[in-house]
């Protein structure tokens, strides 16, 4: 092949290349792309801190940015200069946290056929690691104390409820200890309940445990980790009569004290006898009086020494109240006590804050734990 030959299937290749180039360009020209960089899954997020979501693109002019779970979507930033090529996302206090989080990245403003691009994968967003618990004082304006904050005793109000019979007082602690062990909480746990004797209430019972009376009451459940493995915990009291005034708060001021679900709760629980004091019988039914004077009237204010189920005693037939205990009403007129009752927490209708009320050993309660 001679050289004239070899130079002109030379030039006609360059010619081939060279137009293939051009009918890229020419139709690939204005060809918008983007692509999301970070995040693009399985990283976690801490509120209060900044991090980047960054994206490539080409020829386009704004961008938006959302954030979404199972829950809904919500604005990261909008109208955004695409060449930039990254934006800084400030993660505010109080934002929803836990995994499951994805970030979308699109042509702004929105219309369909535009450009978009997801996340690879979910992502978390967590609470970060304290290193103390002020950050959630000043956040709540309601103190928190570190789980090792000397002197610190938790305390919880049990997820199941049950009837007046407890299987007596070891029933009741083994209660509360199960539910502890199934919670996660370490420690010995008792009931806060109290029974017919003297040295039975509640307060004797407290002041038997190793630490008797003492302790900084908290919340058991804890609001935040800590840096050192500690957790932080909300205050229900400095003491024992400062936690034991809870009960006698009005809601509005509890509510205020005290977090939602625990206030909730705290209106429904066994107590029975809480010192000396309390009444030993002829406690009456909270609520709408019943059609029978005698069945509001109970004989017992601890179901009998938490052992009782009934919603009256045995021999009672419904009609006949005759040799039963007597009790007197609020106006001094004599009348049968053939109810059994403890004593327990409750709003009654009108009222605003919780108190020891009367309550048929066949309610449902919950029980107050304590750790020892």
Known sequence: MN????????????????????????????????????????????????????????????????LFDSDGMEWIGKNIDARLGKFEWDIYSGHDYGYGFWVAVFE???????????????????Y?????????????????????????RKVFITDNLYNGNLDGFVGADRKC????EEI???????????????????????IETNRGFAGIFVQAEPSASLIRGATCHRLLGRSLDKFMERFADPIILASSRIDEDFLEKMQNIWLGRISAGSARSCIVKAGQPSSRVAEDYSITSTCQNWTRSEKFVSNYDGSSVSGFPTCYTPSGTPTAAVALEGLST????????????????????????IEK
């Open 128 to 152: 970060p690691e304290l290193a103390g618990c002020d950050n959630l004082s000043i956040g709540s304006e309601w103190p928190y104390l570190a789980s090792d904050f000397p002197g610190v």
């Open 184 to 206: 996660g909480y370490s420690g010995e746990w008792q009931a806060f309940l109290g029974g017919d004797a003297d040295d039975q209430t509640a307060l004797a019972r407290l």
């Open 3 to 66: 050289k004239e030959k070899i130079l002109l299937i030379f030039l006609g290749v360059f010619v081939v290349i060279v137009l293939l180039i051009g009918a890229y360009f020419f139709f690939s020209a204005g060809e918008k792309t983007l692509s999301l960089v970070a995040p693009v899954g399985e990283e976690r997020w801490e509120i209060g801190q900044k991090y980047n979501i960054e994206w490539r693109s080409e020829n386009i002019d704004r961008v938006g940015i959302v």
């Open 108 to 126: 702004y403003p929105w219309r369909p056929g535009n450009k978009v691009d997801y996340s690879d994968g979910a992502f978390s967003i967590t």
């Open 177 to 180: 200890q199960a539910e502890a």
């Open 346 to 369: 409750g709003l009654i209708s009108g009222q605003t804050s919780p108190h020891q009320r009367g309550s048929y050993c066949d309610a449902g309660k919950r029980l107050l734990c």
